[in-house]
Each structure stands twice: as structure tokens, then as C-alpha cells.
């Protein structure tokens, strides 16, 4: 079940045995929780989220997802089919081998993607330029958002946030200067490792690998999956 921020703050003092506030204000307490939320974000790469952008005929640019930690996926439906483009990713500099000296040439739906300028000014560039209207599906790991009231749920994976209060101990103990800040942090260094291997990808079954992208099923190019391994 998900935690709000006034229960986690009451489990981070019951830990710090400090029931009330006194050397420990709860602006600090809530300060620290959000913090640690955000650290397994940025580091565990663990709050997976997908939007979803209308693109118009003729324009190249759209505006990307503001709390990005990490890209995933993109892919590219064009309005009025029943089809979905997987986008291949290429880095900014990547791209003019790709689109040599003509950024602009239209097609029926883009190929590749990439963006430029940090979150939350990020924007996203398609090639090539989409000749008619669409949908841009994005898939991205976000950046945990901040709890703003008590009754806000802490923003971390079902199961973790017991994490992000293990964060906000080691950073009272280490303002108290209590030397056993550096346990607390090291027993944090270690669930987040557990964490990582955990969500990943949120699976044990066994990996595939693929070598390209087949336009359409494997049915249809006369061979099962052992003709294309």
C-alpha cells in the first residue's frame, strides 16, 4: 500500500525515537522523505511513465516530458492506421548521418528521434518530418514527485518506500553529528542495490535477444523464430 508522507514521517520518527518535534523539525523530516524519493528515482531508475504527444503536419519539434530521468522508448501511430512505428533513438550529433543535409524532408510517419536541451526545457526532434497528424508515444523514467501536504502519498514503488526513510535517518543522524549516520547510509547503499535488481525490469523471466527490426510479424517473412536467431 502506498505511504503518505505525514505516516512516513511518523515511522522516520518512532526510528530517530523523537515522537514530537524537538531537535527534529517536520519541515526537515518532510524535506529529507521527498529527497530520498527523488534519489531512487534519479539512481534506481524505477517510475516508468509514457506520454502521449499529438504531432501536426510538418512540424519537426515537439516538446518532451518535463521530469525525464531517463528515456526509454518512442514509437509513432499515424492517424487514421491501425500500425505502431517502434523510433529509433540517435544521439543529437548522430543524426546527420542519418539526414545528411536536409533536415527537413517529410514522409508519411518519422523513423528515427532524438532530443536536445536538459529537462525540463527538453524537446523532442523527429525524422523524418511527419507529413501528416499522429500520435508520438514516449516512454520514460520520471523523477519522483515532491509529497506537498500529509496526506500525499510519498512517491516511490509499491514495496520501496521503506527506502526513501532509511534516507531521511541517515541524514538526521548525520545533522545530529550521530556517528551512526554512516551505518544508517551504508544499510540504505544496500537495499537500493536490492532495489535495482528488483526493478529493473520487474521480471525473473528469461531475456530475448533480437537482431533488427522486421517490419512486420515473423509469419509473414515464411519462418518461425529459429530463422531469424
Known sequence: MPITLAAAREDLRAVLNESSPSFYADSDLNNWLNEGARDLSRKAKCLQSKKSITTYPGQQNYAAPTDVVMWHR???????????????????????SVWGVNQQIQQYYPATWTTWAEPPNTYVVLFPVPSSGGTLNI????????????????????????????????????????????????????????????????????GQMTYGRPSGPLWQFGGGLGEWA
Open 74 to 96: 518512442a514509437e509513432y501511430l499515424p492517424q487514421g492506421s491501425i500500425n505502431t512505428y517502434p523510433l529509433e533513438y540517435r544521439l543529437y550529433d548522430e543524426m546527420d
Open 139 to 206: 516512454y520514460y523514467y520520471r523523477m519522483a514527485n515532491a509529497a506537498t501536504s500529509d496526506t500525499a502519498n510519498l512517491d516511490t514503488p509499491e514495496g520501496w518506500w521503506d527506502l526513501a526513510v532509511r534516507y531521511a535517518t541517515w541524514k538526521a543522524l548525520f545533522k545530529s553529528l550521530d556517528p551512526r549516520w554512516k551505518e544508517m547510509r551504508q544499510l540504505y547503499v544496500e537495499m537500493m542495490n536490492d532495489m535495482m535488481a528488483a526493478t529493473a525490469t520487474y521480471s525473473d523471466m528469461v
